[in-house]
């Protein structure tokens, strides 16, 4: 009996003998689609290849992609635990073709995988195809099924389409007969929605596109989308009826039991059910980003959770247990998906956190809700105003308060909860919301009413795709904006920051079909972000989906300030006392700027002793973390908090550093924080810092402004220039100022050594705290870096540097030398005859606007005009080696 894990790699071995890509799963956040809130097939990821948008280097793709249906267009939260095949997470097992082959193989293909490498009985297999499509009809008859066995459905079940006008198609679809023994009829007749005939895959024919007037042509490039259910197809290969009793459930059931020292089965088996089915989508969820909040995607998170929760508490459970869980999973699917192991202690801190909160929350909630309800039985309705006041005044959720009350067969007034909702919002506009007159921003209100909150995406990506769901010009919403237009544009979601806490907004570029825009900054207010945007080209309107790009060169410099600041904080504290706090900050793209309270200038051994212990904690190159906690939990654990900032129930907690004497639970952290803007990844990131000067700002505050980065090497070259300038002219002076000129020559010396040490620890990662990340590809080590503030001359000694420490491998150096970018290439020399330095080098530079370069098989250099092209480079350089 096959295991889920080797159903699953089956599947993908099997298609990839066929010729296809096996192609990650995509994330659960989609970043092609912002009509979905979650990633629910596996055509998402491939929507733009199918319409011909987008080229990728293979025509046939495979996947086992990761799927969530909670919330939005297709939820089934509220049936998980009560039948045998729903879930809020689920793998789509599916094989695509972008206009290489289509029914002929396609149908042959599924029939191979199933009756062959399953070997599931053929006379148990029942088609569909759809009412006219004689051509799958035959193709069916051809490969052994039965006439009678092929069953031609009239309805949209077999007929699929992207929206009411676009690419669609026939589809045909592939169901297993469980047996007499279970009531139900066939696909089609008037017992089909029993449980006897069961849906396993489901194959799209997208050959035609449909227009708004109804009519359909062929499509020039007709394609192939398929999707089959691992969890369906693993409880029939396993010999079960129930996806639940599959091996993965089995496991997580158990572990559920064993934590809540209950039955696994009988009677309390649906709460273990929706335990272990929550367990996914929240780990998954976690994994990828996404953390609990009042809004949006997070908010989806926050239910589930406490969906699972409760069930945990109907158990017995009197303390967290979901994130006793997470090794469970961890081991279950980890191999295949290693992110959950990547984001494991993440997971397990979350849950505990928000099942701590939730168990307060519910404990009291409970005793408010039985004397509310105390007088109501079977059919009564609980007022919404008395559920609102439930929520508004101690937490307690909607939702929760519904299924608490389910069991007694008592209603809830939903239109009242949404009627006193509605009014504590229009009550609280009486305050306005701090952009412009209050006449002004009432447009905002509506905006919010209509349209809810702005999601956003920023800290995971900077580019995205989102639906334009208000345009702003002049004070008043419109429909339209044309070229010379200067407007707001609010989207449904956004990787672009909207300025606040210090961290000024993005810039970049949003384009739509037919039009295109600059963005000049971002703002936010109240949930949404507005996009100050000047139409550049054609025509925005109004529900429009649009690409967002962020100025990724931009971002990055502003992290990095960003970042520095909280660095520095630590640092004057240290030097100074813990009187120092944050009195205002900014975080712009050229510079950083930091107020802070201390009633004196610092001399300039504190500015030498601050500048180098920031300096020391960025060439420790430790990853910068950030953990969702409530104001409070930050504090306890020693977060400082921002000056200014306003906190809801969960703040962002940013730590990074370590130091022995340092903060947090660890007892090691160095920097800890709460912060809501972006920052870098590595504090290496940051490059280096030099602080440019000390200030008063106000009474009793000082400023430092400082520099990161290529900003701040070049700052330190210009001091060098001018000393040398400065010595140059003392030259002529007489001889009883030559011991300042020898002084001021050994000062600029050291400062040249400074540079040049600086680039080094720059481009190699850092010093004692880790190094430059690298991958095994193909069998080799791969070393792939981009570099700012580094020119094209040092890149030949950073590439002999890479090999002494990597030993064997390939490296690939992309540097961004003042406007050009300069590449470079290294093979270490056992790996000469099988991959030459050159041939990396030709797959890179296409990617940052290069035409060539060369070299030797072991180093081989090139150049190019576009730095945002880096990552890709680098991903084609991968994609070498993986050939």
Request: net charge negative.
């Amino acid at each position: 009996m096959p295991s889920l894990n080797e159903i699953r790699s089956t599947f993908l071995n099997y298609f990839e003998k066929q010729g296809h890509s096996i192609v990650d799963s995509s994330p659960l956040v989609p970043r092609n689609d912002p009509t979905l809130m979650f990633t629910n097939s596996g055509m998402v990821q491939f929507k733009n290849c199918f319409t011909g948008v987008e080229k990728r280097d293979y025509v046939r793709a495979t996947t086992a992609q990761k799927c969530v249906r909670a919330g939005g267009k297709h939820n089934d939260l509220d049936n998980v635990g009560y039948t045998a095949r729903h879930h809020t997470f689920f793998e789509m097992l599916g094989n695509f073709s972008f206009g290489d082959y289509f029914k002929h193989q396609a149908i042959p293909f599924a029939w191979e995988l199933i009756t062959k490498e399953f070997d599931i009985p053929k006379e148990k297999l029942y088609t569909t195809v759809y009412h006219t499509d004689d051509e799958a009809f035959e193709i069916w008859k051809k490969v052994g099924v039965p006439e009678d066995r092929i069953i031609r459905i009239s309805t949209s079940d077999n007929f699929w389409q992207m929206g009411d006008t676009g690419p669609c198609g026939p589809c045909t679809e592939i169901f297993y007969d469980h047996g007499d023994h279970i009531w139900g009829g066939p696909p089609g007749s008037p017992e089909e929605d029993g449980d006897r005939f069961i849906e396993i895959w489901n194959l799209v024919f997208m050959q035609n596109e449909k227009f708004a007037d109804g009519s359909m042509v062929d499509l020039d490039m007709q394609s192939i989308d398929t999707g089959m259910g691992l969890e369906r197809i693993a409880a029939l290969l396993q010999g079960t009826h129930d996806n639940y009793e599959t091996d993965l459930f089995k496991a997580l059931i158990e572990a559920s039991a064993n934590a809540t020292s209950s039955d696994p089965y009988g009677d309390q088996n649906v709460q273990h059910r929706v335990i272990a089915d929550h367990l996914r989508s929240c780990s998954f969820l976690i994994a990828e980003g996404v953390l609990p909040s009042n809004e949006g995607r997070g908010y989806v998170l926050r239910r589930i959770m406490r969906r699972a929760m409760r069930q945990a508490s109907l158990l017995g459970a009197k303390d967290p247990v979901m994130h006793k869980l997470v090794p469970a999973l961890v081991q279950q699917m980890g191999v295949a998906y290693p992110e959950l192991g990547q984001g494991q202690a993440l997971i397990e801190e979350t849950f505990e956190q928000e099942e701590t909160r939730f168990l307060k929350t519910l404990d009291r909630g409970l005793k408010l809700l039985d004397d509310a309800s105390g007088d109501l039985g079977k059919g009564d309705t609980l007022s919404g105003e008395t559920a609102f006041k439930l929520y508004d005044t101690y937490g307690f959720p909607l939702d929760l308060t519904q299924d608490a009350l389910r069991a007694k067969e008592i209603n809830v007034d939903t239109d009242g909860f949404d009627a006193a909702m509605k009014a504590q919002k229009e009550q609280s506009r009486a305050g306005g919301i701090g952009l412009g007159e209050a006449a002004d921003v009432k447009v905002y209100f509506d905006i919010l009413d209509a349209a809810g909150s702005t999601e956003f995406l920023g800290y995971e990506t900077e580019k995205a795709e989102g639906q334009i769901v208000a345009i702003v010009k002049d004070g008043a919403q419109v429909d339209t904006a044309v070229k010379g237009d200067s407007v707001q544009i609010i989207l449904n979601q956004t990787p672009f920051y909207g300025e606040s806490g210090g961290q000024i907004g993005d810039t970049g570029v949003l384009t739509v079909e037919g039009g295109a825009a600059k963005i000049t900054d971002t703002k936010k207010v109240e949930g949404l972000f507005l996009h100050l945007a000047k139409i550049t080209e054609g025509e925005i309107a109004l529900d429009a989906g649009a690409e967002l790009a962020v100025d990724h060169a931009r971002r990055s410099q502003i992290r990095a300030n960003h970042s520095a600041t909280h660095l520095l904080h630590e640092a004057l504290r240290n030097a100074l006392g813990d009187h120092v706090a944050q009195k205002g900050s900014l975080n712009a793209d050229d510079r950083l700027r930091f107020d802070f309270s201390h009633n004196k200038g610092l001399s300039g051994e504190e500015l030498v002793k601050v500048g180098a212990e920031v300096n020391e904690f960025i060439r420790q190159n430790t990853p910068v973390t950030t953990r969702i906690m409530t104001p409070d939990d930050a504090r306890a654990i020693g977060a400082q908090a921002l000056f200014g900032e306003k906190y809801g129930e969960e703040v962002r907690v940013v730590s990074m550093g370590r130091a022995p004497t340092g903060k947090g639970s660890d007892g090691e952290t160095y920097s800890l924080e709460l912060c809501g803007g972006t920052h870098v990844k590595q504090t290496g990131d940051i490059g280096t810092f030099v602080i440019l000067g000390d200030s008063a700002s106000s009474a009793g505050v000082r400023r430092i402004e400082a520099l990161t980065g290529a900003a701040a090497l070049e700052h330190l070259e210009t001091e060098a220039g001018r000393m040398a300038d400065v010595a140059a002219a003392l030259k002529a002076q007489p001889v009883d100022v030559l011991d300042r000129l020898k002084a001021l020559m050994d000062e600029r010396k050291a400062l040249q050594n400074e540079i040049s040490n600086l680039k080094q620890q720059v481009a190699m990662g850092g010093g004692s705290g880790g190094g430059v990340e690298t991958k095994e590809i193909g069998g080799k080590t791969f070393l792939g870096q981009a570099l700012q503030g580094v020119s094209g001359k040092d890149l030949r000694g950073l590439i002999d540097a890479h090999k002494q420490n990597i030993g064997s491998g390939v490296i690939l150096l992309i540097a961004d030398d003042g406007g050009k970018v300069a590449v470079a290439a290294g093979v270490t020399d056992d790996l000469t005859a099988e991959i030459s330095a050159v041939d990396v080098l030709k797959a890179a530079v296409p990617a940052v606007g290069g035409k060539g370069g060369g070299g030797r098989p072991d180093m081989a250099q090139g150049g190019g005009k576009d730095f945002a092209g880096a990552d890709e480079a680098i991903k084609a350089a991968e994609q070498l080696l993986e050939g």
